[in-house]
């Protein structure tokens, strides 16, 4: 542990398990010289001292009020700026100041998927310190078994690259879990919020053919679901398990239901 690292006891219901090795927070840190860097949850303030030594500028949001007093009085920086609020609840101008911005945070397991959503929302790339088997869903590929709705939003959304796995002793309290660091860059490609949850109705179903997962997912397609069915048996991909179909191909099936339901015209 640094020698200067602060020990308070975590709020459980804030999943707090602080960075304490100043080396991680160093990789991480490497990402944001000259840029308006964002931060969730700094914690201790270990990775937040490294990213003010190379950053253009650092916004840091912070709940726990006890941890943003000792960020206020440990953190003497003209580059930072603390907010002690949920991070969620912050509006996005009070964040997204120059287009410079990156995301680098060891975010709480608990909020993983959420700022997922949040950076698919804004567009913006991201290190994150995220727990390892939630990092392994992310990058798994179509046809494993950990390949699931999280793999395929990501793909679709991201490209992701790990960076490092870091061990559960590099935290305190030390969780039951490692994690791993990974960088996230926004693809530019139009995915909506349609083909998000026809996909996700589809993984649902992951181990049925395509046909099947239509099928069980009729009523959550389309108020018409004789029509639901028969569209199933006209699909090219019907034959093959979902899992087994790549995030493109997903999205393509997402395209041709919406295109019929379009066409039919009575689907609430």
């Not at 796995?165 to 909506?192: E, H, L, Q, T, W």
């Not at 398990?241 to 041709?256: I, Y």
Request: charged share 25%; aromatic share 6%; net charge positive.
């Amino acid at each position: 542990m640094d020698g200067d690292v602060l020990y308070m006891r975590p709020v459980k219901r804030f999943g707090q398990n602080f960075l304490v090795n100043g080396a991680i927070a160093r990789i991480e840190a490497a990402h944001a010289i000259g840029r308006g860097v964002i931060e969730i949850g700094p914690g201790y303030g270990i990775l937040t001292k490294e990213l003010c030594k190379v950053a253009d500028s650092v916004i840091a949001v912070e709940r726990d009020r006890s941890l943003f007093r000792h960020l206020k009085s440990a953190i003497k920086s003209r580059k930072l700026t603390l907010i002690n609020a949920d991070f969620f609840g912050v509006p996005g101008d009070e964040i997204i100041r120059t287009g410079n911005e990156i995301l680098i945070s060891n975010v709480p397991y608990n909020l993983s998927s959420k700022t997922i959503e949040w950076l698919a929302e804004k567009g913006i790339e991201a290190v994150l310190c995220l727990q390892k088997e939630f990092v392994d869903r992310m990058l798994a590929k179509h046809g494993s078994d950990d390949y699931s709705r999280l793999s395929v939003t990501t793909s679709l959304m991201f490209s992701v690259t790990r960076i490092i796995n870091v061990g559960r002793g590099n935290f305190r309290p030390m969780p039951k879990v490692d994690s791993a660091i990974v960088y996230m860059k926004p693809k530019k490609s139009a995915v909506s919020r349609e083909d998000l949850r026809i996909i996700g109705l589809l993984m649902q179903h992951k181990n049925k053919t395509l046909k099947k997962a239509v099928v069980d997912s009729r009523r959550s397609i389309c108020s018409n679901e004789r029509a639901v069915v028969s569209l199933s048996d006209t699909l090219k991909l019907k034959s093959s398990r979902v899992f087994a179909l790549s995030p493109d191909e997903l999205l393509g099936v997402s395209r041709d239901i919406q295109s019929f339901i379009s066409g039919i015209g009575n689907c609430a």
